[in-house]
């Protein structure tokens, strides 16, 4: 919140209303924009990117009454924000699941992605729960390459469906705040 006073206090620095508007839209735009192209882009935080936008547009235009965004649809769009941050963790392990895995590997493919993450951010994230369920499969279920190697795989398509649902969160998200923003809420 801290960052975002500061930018606030810059725009209002800034000469000349009009323009300054202008730039608070590009800024929020383009949050949002980059943040769509990240649901399916792995090297960017997609909804989160998106999530932030929103809440600087909230910000920046002046919160409830100015912004037309109202602190209500900011709480749902934030759960469905948090819904594709669990989708990100999840979807790999039930892809492996789906593929056979046993309760190892979707452990491996759980435990995986959050490690991934905490560790190697976005890399780690993709690569994380498909290294998690075939080590937990070898190591810890006891099977053999093959049949761990299709709980892999599973762990790819699960990851790939999740990003279909990602997207599909996203658009909810997008599609929410130009609802309240434009439609339901519209300050001019």
Known sequence: MLVLAAIKDWFDWFPGAETLTVLKWILVIALIVVGF?????????GTSLIYIGMLTHYFLMGM??????????????????????????????????????????????????????????????????????????LW???KEWKPAANSTVGTVVGGLAGMVAKMILAMAM???????????????
């Open 37 to 45: 192209f990240g649901t399916f882009l792995p090297i960017l935080p």
């Open 64 to 137: 409830q009454d100015e912004s037309g965004l109202t602190w209500q649809s900011l709480v749902v769009i934030g759960i469905i924000w948090t819904i594709s941050i669990a989708v990100d963790w999840f979807s790999g392990a039930v892809g492996a699941k789906w593929f056979g895995s046993s309760k190892y590997g979707i452990w491996g493919a759980i435990i995986g992605g959050i490690v991934g993450t905490v560790f190697f951010s976005l890399p780690g994230l993709i690569l994380g729960p498909i290294v998690g369920v075939f080590v937990a499969e």
């Open 140 to 142: 810890f279920a006891k």
């Open 174 to 188: 997008i599609l929410w705040y130009v609802a309240d923003v434009f439609f339901l809420n519209p300050t001019r």
